[in-house]
């Protein structure tokens, strides 16, 4: 599983730790994305069903400088769950940075082990409940094989999430790689290779289609290590989404969630009516695969997935016991943004998406808080006057239209 380029993708990691992170700046901010959110983890892989209070293993495959350990072990610390995240990864440099990371929040959940996920089989590790794998698979020489060390140390019931790249948000990145592989040939050292790089960014042709790209910046705004990786990484393939879909069928996965879903839904960016009916014809895979082609800004695809033969049942929202959960941004803060017309605008990479909402919306939305169930909140609107079917047709509009946007969830109970 390695050769000469496994090789120079391991002394890259160690020259440019990816990304690249100052441990000086956990005082300011926690970086939050997917996969590996806690409340998306809950949700998406264990389908808001299984307990809080249980022990929850997690592995970050991959870990690089710290990003999603740091984030998960974080959650985990603050709603005082009972877990561990342990952080592999090839990259001494980037342990380095992610375990200062670790100490200038405090962290004591972090297991750190320098090794490869390749190694996994066999290794002792785990089994782990949740394992995640950010940016990883499409750098080894065959990706199958590393998704097949990931499940050897998944436990049963557990999940993963992913993300790969995808081609068409990442247009122009490799005729600029095939550039420099003619200026900066791989015998150079890395600091000679990144120097020619960045001559070649600032003289860009303002006809190549990397300048024209607005759907990535890492090469921009990620330091030398975003530069490096973007332009001059050694093994870098893309997946559409047919080609990551049967990459998961064969391992025995299935998608649980395109993170968000309403990005590979074409009726959300398709208005004609003979289209429409058209696409919905089409097997979830191919519906997901026309939305990506038709878009074209999806520079990476980030799914959850579970093994084919465990899949879990949507979660019910309409249970009186069910607590509704926001992602992130506070349901009342959503409320204020909703426009006189009832919709709420998203952007997606330059795409503008209007999400419905019924006129109910509103009200429902300010008395989300992660504490208050379904049933209560029915209750107080119907102390104001709202007739109990009002309140449900307009509580699963509110509900589905927020989690095709991946912005409201189900809690796990305790």
Same mark, same amino acid.
């Given at each position: 599983?390695?050769?000469?380029?496994?090789?120079?993708?391991?002394?890259?990691?160690?020259?440019?730790?990816?990304?690249?992170?100052?441990?000086?700046?956990?005082?300011?901010?926690?970086?939050?994305?997917?996969?590996?959110?806690?409340?998306?983890?809950?949700?998406?892989?264990?389908?808001?069903?299984?307990?809080?209070?249980?022990?929850?293993?997690?592995?970050?495959?991959?870990?690089?400088?710290?990003?999603?350990?740091?984030?998960?072990?974080?959650?985990?610390?603050?709603?005082?769950?009972?877990?561990?995240?342990?952080?592999?990864?090839?990259?001494?440099?980037?342990?380095?940075?992610?375990?200062?990371?670790?100490?200038?929040?405090?962290?004591?959940?972090?297991?750190?082990?320098?090794?490869?996920?390749?190694?996994?089989?066999?290794?002792?590790?785990?089994?782990?409940?949740?394992?995640?794998?950010?940016?990883?698979?499409?750098?080894?020489?065959?990706?199958?094989?590393?998704?097949?060390?990931?499940?050897?140390?998944?436990?049963?019931?557990?999940?993963?999430?992913?993300?790969?790249?995808?081609?068409?948000?990442?247009?122009?990145?490799?005729?600029?790689?095939?550039?420099?592989?003619?200026?900066?040939?791989?015998?150079?050292?890395?600091?000679?290779?990144?120097?020619?790089?960045?001559?070649?960014?600032?003289?860009?042709?303002?006809?190549?289609?990397?300048?024209?790209?607005?759907?990535?910046?890492?090469?921009?705004?990620?330091?030398?290590?975003? %530069?490096?990786?973007?332009? !001059?990484?050694?093994? *870098?393939?893309?997946?559409? #989404?047919? $080609?990551? +879909? /049967?990459? &998961? @069928?064969?391992?025995?996965?299935?998608?649980?969630?395109?993170?968000?879903?309403?990005?590979?839904?074409?009726?959300?960016?398709?208005?004609?009516?003979?289209?429409?009916?058209?696409?919905?014809?089409?097997?979830?895979?191919?519906?997901?695969?026309?939305?990506?082609?038709?878009?074209?800004?999806?520079?990476?695809?980030?799914?959850?997935?579970?093994?084919?033969?465990?899949?879990?049942?949507?979660?019910?929202?309409?249970?009186?016991?069910?607590?509704?959960?926001?992602?992130?941004?506070?349901?009342?803060?959503?409320?204020?943004?909703?426009?006189?017309?009832?919709?709420?605008?998203?952007?997606?990479?330059?795409?503008?998406?209007?999400?419905?909402?019924?006129? %109910?919306?509103?009200?429902? !939305?300010?008395?989300? *808080?992660?504490?208050?169930? #379904?049933? $209560?909140? +029915? /209750?107080? &609107? @119907?102390?104001?006057?709202?007739?109990?079917?009002?309140?449900?047709?307009?509580?699963?509009?509110?509900?589905?239209?927020?989690?095709?946007?991946?912005?409201?969830?189900?809690?796990?109970?305790?």
């Amino acid at each position: 599983m390695t050769d000469d380029t496994d090789g120079r993708l391991a002394a890259q990691y160690e020259a440019y730790p990816y990304p690249q992170r100052d441990p000086r700046d956990e005082a300011k901010r926690l970086i939050i994305g997917s996969p590996g959110l806690l409340t998306e983890i809950d949700y998406w892989v264990f389908g808001a069903a299984r307990p809080r209070s249980r022990p929850f293993r997690a592995l970050m495959a991959g870990g690089g400088t710290g990003d999603g350990t740091i984030m998960l072990a974080q959650h985990l610390f603050r709603a005082g769950r009972p877990g561990s995240v342990t952080w592999l990864d090839r990259s001494a440099a980037a342990r380095r940075i992610a375990e200062a990371r670790a100490a200038a929040r405090g962290l004591t959940n972090i297991v750190w082990e320098n090794r490869s996920l390749l190694d996994l089989p066999g290794s002792g590790l785990g089994p782990f409940d949740y394992i995640d794998c950010c940016g990883v698979l499409h750098h080894l020489p065959d990706p199958a094989a590393g998704l097949r060390a990931l499940l050897s140390v998944l436990a049963p019931g557990g999940g993963l999430g992913l993300m790969v790249y995808a081609p068409h948000g990442r247009t122009g990145v490799y005729m600029v790689q095939d550039a420099l592989r003619l200026l900066a040939p791989a015998t150079e050292p890395p600091a000679a290779r990144l120097e020619t790089a960045r001559r070649v960014m600032r003289h860009l042709p303002e006809t190549a289609w990397l300048r024209k790209n607005g759907f990535l910046d890492d090469h921009l705004n990620g330091g030398d290590a975003g %530069l490096y990786d973007v332009v !001059l990484n050694p093994r *870098d393939r893309s997946f559409t #989404v047919p $080609e990551l +879909a /049967a990459m &998961l @069928a064969s391992a025995g996965l299935a998608v649980t969630c395109w993170v968000e879903p309403l990005r590979y839904d074409p009726s959300a960016w398709v208005t004609d009516p003979k289209l429409r009916a058209k696409a919905a014809a089409l097997d979830p895979v191919a519906r997901a695969a026309l939305a990506e082609a038709l878009c074209g800004n999806i520079s990476a695809h980030i799914v959850y997935c579970r093994r084919a033969d465990e899949l879990l049942p949507r979660p019910d929202p309409m249970r009186a016991d069910a607590v509704p959960l926001p992602r992130e941004m506070p349901m009342d803060v959503l409320a204020q943004n909703i426009a006189p017309d009832g919709t709420f605008a998203m952007w997606f990479d330059g795409l503008r998406a209007q999400i419905p909402l019924p006129p %109910l919306a509103p009200a429902i !939305l300010r008395l989300i *808080d992660g504490k208050r169930s #379904v049933g $209560e909140i +029915a /209750a107080t &609107l @119907a102390a104001r006057g709202t007739q109990q079917a009002t309140f449900e047709r307009a509580w699963r509009t509110t509900y589905d239209a927020l989690e095709r946007v991946n912005r409201l969830f189900l809690a796990s109970p305790a």
